[in-house]
């Protein structure tokens, strides 16, 4: 029958005597994935551990997106920020040979997938794997080779990758959705100001919606990346691909025509 917080303590308390007794016996690692999705009251338990655990054989690793969020962690003496990028070409490439089981894969293949993946390895991985299916991607292990059987920018998505990507989109509200189908259709970097002239044009209103907003939902989804005050940038090559392909063939030709007057 205890109020709200006395349960939010008592539960806090719990957990950190857990924490305490497990560690004296192994060391426990902890791994926590799209921190800044936490609500308040998480991350207030997670800052409390985060003090903790220097006293306890316990090792907590988290990852976010949105690092500002996180900046007074940083602060704690323990406490250490690595930042994590793409697979640098030669990374790639190993992973490829690894897939296809043949070597020297050429230098153009491995940028051409590098740059659509901005070498995410879980992309590269479908991306490969679908090309293989698809016959776009011609393995000859007699001679140690790999080709192309046509243009990688004119093979369809994996299914795998564009499922991945259609889940991420599924995220969003209808207002959002509706801003990044018009963005598909613009040149990188998108500009609020260009996307709001498009918008108007296309539905006719654009005052009921916060653009910024509806951009910096997409960033906290992972879906766009803002490289500048008023530029954006899709996380991923890819994504831009699978709104584009989801978008009626007549809609996008109104959308091209509008962009050109």
């Known amino acids: 029958n205890l109020p709200a917080r006395g349960r939010s303590d008592q539960f806090v308390r719990i957990l950190t005597t857990v924490l305490e007794e497990s560690s004296k016996t192994k060391p426990i690692a902890i791994f926590l994935d799209h921190v800044e999705k936490l609500d308040p009251a998480s991350l207030g338990l997670l800052h409390f551990l985060l003090e903790k655990v220097p006293s306890f054989s316990v090792a907590l690793c988290l990852a976010s997106r949105e690092i500002r969020f996180f900046e007074m962690f940083f602060q704690l003496p323990h406490v250490q920020k690595m930042e994590l990028g793409g697979l640098d070409p030669d990374a790639v490439r190993r992973l ?92 990188d970097p998108i500009r609020v100001d260009e996307l709001e002239r498009l918008h108007r044009r296309l539905e ?58």
Request: proline content about 3%.
């Open 96 to 187: 490829i040979e690894e897939q296809v089981e043949v070597g020297g894969i050429p230098d153009g293949i491995v940028q051409g997938i590098l740059e659509r993946t901005r070498g995410n390895p879980l992309l590269v991985i479908e991306m490969v794997a679908g090309l293989l299916h698809q016959g776009v991607l011609v393995v000859d292990a007699a001679r140690n080779a790999v080709t192309l059987s046509r243009r990688l920018e004119d093979a369809g998505l994996a299914d795998q990758v564009h499922t991945y990507f259609i889940s991420k989109l599924d995220r969003v509200d209808y207002n959002c959705r509706r801003i990044l189908n018009h963005s598909a259709v613009l040149p």
């Open 204 to 261: 006719f209103e654009s005052g009921a919606i916060d653009f910024v907003e509806q951009l910096r939902k997409a960033v906290a989804q992972g879906i766009l990346l803002e490289i500048a005050d008023g530029a954006y940038s899709f996380q991923h090559p890819i994504i831009k691909d699978v709104l584009y392909e989801n978008i009626a063939f007549e809609t996008r030709r109104k959308m091209h025509r509008e962009m050109g007057k």
